[in-house]
Nanobody, 124 residues
Framework: QVQLVESGGGLVRAGDSLRLSCAAS????????MGWFRQAPGREREFVAA????????YYSDSVKDRFTISRDGAKTTVVLQMNTLKPEDTAVYYC?????????????????WGQGTQVTVSS
């Protein structure tokens, strides 16, 4: 009922920036939290950032805080992850997901719809 499509990934150098976007269609996501997760080769999927239903409350993992910013548009149909000062350890496939509730959470099981992912590669 909900489709999520990520875009904006690519190959960049350490210290550079990327802006990832997640476009939602189908059922409304305006009353749901949204999150970003990532998975590197040989690693488990990990939480990156989340935003509540209104866009007024945000939560970040320790590994990206002060470098990444999550936001959503007024219509609540697009979620953006602005990534600055990228590091090689940020290399991963990044996934957008819709939360089951309104609050930003860090658990993947709290999200019910997922995008296909977009590759981010950061070279030294």
């Amino acid at each position: 009922q909900v489709q999520l499509v990520e875009s904006g990934g690519g190959l960049v150098r350490a210290g550079d920036s990327l802006r990832l976007s997640c476009a939602a269609s189908g059922r409304t996501v305006s009353d749901h939290a949204m999150g970003w997760f990532r998975q590197a080769p040989g690693r488990e999927r990990e939480f990156v950032a989340a935003i509540n239903y209104s866009g007024g409350s945000r939560y970040y993992s320790d590994s990206v805080k002060d470098r990444f910013t999550i936001s959503r548009d007024g219509a609540k149909t697009t979620v953006v992850l602005q990534m600055n000062t990228l590091k090689p350890e940020d290399t991963a496939v990044y996934y957008c997901a819709r939360g089951r509730g309104m609050a930003p959470t860090t658990q993947g099981s709290d999200y019910d719809y997922w995008g296909q992912g977009t590759q981010v590669t950061v070279s030294s």
